[in-house]
C-alpha cells in the first residue's frame, strides 16, 4: 500500500539555521511527492512538489529531491527565519488513479527562535 | 482566480445531532475531496468526488457521507455526532491535468 513516514517534531531552530526534515515513502506504483505546510488555524498549502524521480522541487528557499533509490523526499532549507515556524506535511499521490487522494505524513512542527 | 471555500469556518454541536460542510472548488476544478485532521489521527482522507460521482472513500463509518452538485460544490454530512469527531475537516480541488491540489482554510467541528 502507499504510506509516507516523516520525522517526528517539533524541530527547534535558530534564525538562519540548516533544516532538514526527512520524509520516506511507500507506494505501489510510481507517485507524485509534496510537500505542504500548515500555519495555525488555517488549511494546507503546497509548498513544493516533484512528480518523478530525481526532480528537485523547490519554492522560498526550502528544496526537496525525489530520491526512488532510498524512498526518500527530505525537505531542506539553508536558512530558516521565524515566518518558516509552521507544520510541515510531506505527502504522496499516486497519478495512476488521481491526484486528488493523498497519503500524508503525521507532520513535523517546526519552532524557529530569533 | 478564487482559492478553495469552505464554509462555515468554524461550528459547534452537540452529540447526536447532525452537521453538513461545504466546498466550493476553484473554478473549473471538477474533483474535490475531503479530508479529517485531528492530533491524534493525523490528516485522515475521507472521499473524493468527481462529477458527481464518488471515486474513492477512506475508511471511515457510513455516518460519514458527501455529495457533489453539478456546479462541482461538495457537501460532506456527519450524523449522530460523537465526540470523536471533533477535527477540522479540510477539502481539496483538483483540475483534470494538474499534478496538484489545492486546500481550503478548513472547517473546525467541536463537537460537545
Known sequence: GNSVTQMEGPVTLSEEAFLTINCTYTATGYPSLFWYVQYPGEGLQLLLKATKADDKGSNKGFEATYRKETTSFHLEKGSVQVSDSAVYFCALSDPTYNFNKFYFGSGTKLNVKP | ?112
Not at chain 2, 469552505?6 to 476544478?29: A, D, E, M
Not at chain 2, 475531496?33 to 475508511?59: A, D, H, I, M, V
Request: glycine fraction near 10%; hydrophobic fraction near 30%.
Open chain 2, 1 to 112: 482566480k478564487a482559492g478553495v471555500t469552505q464554509t462555515p469556518r468554524y461550528l459547534i454541536k452537540t452529540r447526536g445531532q447532525q452537521v453538513t460542510l461545504s466546498c466550493s472548488p476553484i473554478s473549473g476544478h471538477r474533483s474535490v475531496s475531503w479530508y479529517q485532521q485531528t492530533p491524534g489521527q493525523g490528516l485522515q482522507f475521507l472521499f473524493e468526488y468527481f462529477s458527481e460521482t464518488q471515486r474513492n472513500k477512506g475508511n471511515f463509518p457510513g455516518r460519514f457521507s458527501g455529495r457533489q452538485f453539478s456546479n462541482s460544490r461538495s457537501e460532506m454530512n456527519v450524523s449522530t455526532l460523537e465526540l470523536g469527531d471533533s477535527a477540522l475537516y479540510l477539502c481539496a480541488s483538483c483540475g483534470q491535468k494538474n499534478t496538484e491540489a489545492f486546500f481550503g482554510q478548513g472547517t473546525r467541528l467541536t463537537v460537545v
